[in-house]
């Protein structure tokens, strides 16, 4: 059974940072390109950050220089490390791989 399980979201003020955590379980994780996306409140979902599994990463505009994405294969973990928050990067926060997903984690940019 595969099972991508996130955490770290929270609420944190504009300038702030997070850093998000992807648990991956069920898959050959070392093989697989993992990716962050995220859902903001009306909006359609968009891709964050992907890495593949030789490291290679792409970022989405709006997050170039302030996020960063990495993996841990040896603990089957991905990450997203989340800097100089702002308001607009409010949104439900989603990894994945292939055709899975986690159930998300919030991640809410106030002051």
């Known amino acids: 059974q595969v099972q991508l399980v996130e955490s770290g979201g929270g609420l944190v003020q504009p300038g702030g940072s997070l850093r998000l955590s992807c648990a991956v379980s069920?898959?050959?994780?070392?093989?697989?390109?993992l990716a962050w996306y995220r859902q903001a409140p009306g909006k359609e979902r968009e891709l964050v950050a992907g890495?593949?599994?030789?490291?290679?990463?792409n970022y989405a505009d709006s997050v170039k220089g302030r996020f960063t994405i990495s993996r841990d294969n040896a603990k089957r973990a991905g990450y997203l490390q989340m800097n100089i928050l702002k308001p607009e990067d409010t949104a439900v926060y989603f990894c994945n791989i292939a055709l899975f997903w986690g159930r998300g984690t919030q991640v809410t940019v106030s002051s």
């Open positions: 069920g898959l050959y994780f070392s093989t697989s390109d």
């Open positions: 890495i593949g599994m030789g490291g290679n990463t």
